[in-house]
């Protein structure tokens, strides 16, 4: 089975600093990769995602994530936080099939006035 | 297309008592998931359809839960006889056949069991 595993549960930033939230897989065949993100009481909404078209992705809200097959990661950034993309964010790993999602146990990301 | 939803939003029962929740998903989505998420945590895979048929099932789905997708299009998740320990938030999700298969959530249904 595969597993996904952020490192940080907890990620604070001033706004308009550098956004970084790692990501790492376990899988020798690249997988389908994704970024949601989670605002309080409510579902997970898709950010980003890898298809194996390009490594670098580009999603909503000014994020982009690498993917990188060496290192088995897949990293979340953002040039510039904003108070607004304070919120949990979650990596997800799903085989080719798309039987099951793999989530890790997310990171809270706090933005700093 | 309004997205998934989910109802109800929240529900409160007393142990012991059985609930229904219910999910319906984007209208050209064939593929619908099922997923505890508790505080703190990653959604949690609990069952996953294609169509009206149930293909995966988590390990983590005891004989108290059950779920279903008689036409292929809503899904209901019960559980009966529920624990302290079923409190949680219940997301679904929809997505298409093709890969890379990323799934859509509703707003989820948060169980308190008291």
């Known amino acids: 089975a595969q597993s996904v595993t952020q490192l940080g549960s907890h990620v604070s930033v001033s706004e308009g600093a550098l956004v970084l939230l790692r990501c790492n897989y376990s899988?020798?065949?690249?997988?389908?990769l994704f970024w949601y993100v989670q605002y309080p009481n409510q579902g997970l909404q898709l950010l980003l995602k890898?298809?194996?078209?390009?490594?670098l992705v580009k999603g909503i809200n000014g994020f982009e994530a690498e993917f990188k097959k060496s290192e088995t990661s897949f990293h979340l950034t953002k040039p510039s936080a904003h108070m607004s993309d304070a919120a949990e964010y979650f990596c997800?790993?799903?085989?080719?099939?798309?039987?099951?999602?793999?989530f890790g146990t997310g990171t809270s990301l706090t933005v700093i006035p | 297309d309004t997205g998934v939803s989910q109802n109800p939003r929240h529900k409160i029962t007393k142990r012991g008592q059985n609930v229904t929740f219910r999910c319906d998903p984007i209208?050209?989505?064939?593929?619908l998931y099922w997923y505890r998420q508790t505080l703190g945590q990653g959604p949690e895979f609990l069952t996953y359809?294609?169509?009206?048929?149930?293909?995966?099932k988590s390990r983590l789905l005891s004989d108290r839960f059950s779920a279903e997708r008689p036409k292929g299009s809503f899904s209901t998740l019960e559980i009966q006889r529920t624990e302290q320990g079923d409190s949680a938030m219940y997301l679904c999700?929809?997505?298409?056949?093709?890969?890379?298969?990323?799934?859509?959530f509703g707003p989820g249904t948060r169980l308190t069991v008291t």
């Open positions: 890898y298809t194996s078209a390009a490594t």
């Open positions: 899988s020798s065949v690249p997988p389908y």
């Open positions: 209208s050209e989505h064939n593929r």
């Open positions: 999700a929809s997505s298409s056949t093709g890969g890379p298969y990323e799934q859509y």
């Open positions: 359809f294609q169509n009206e048929a149930q293909l995966e």
């Open positions: 997800a790993v799903s085989e080719n099939t798309g039987n099951q999602f793999y």
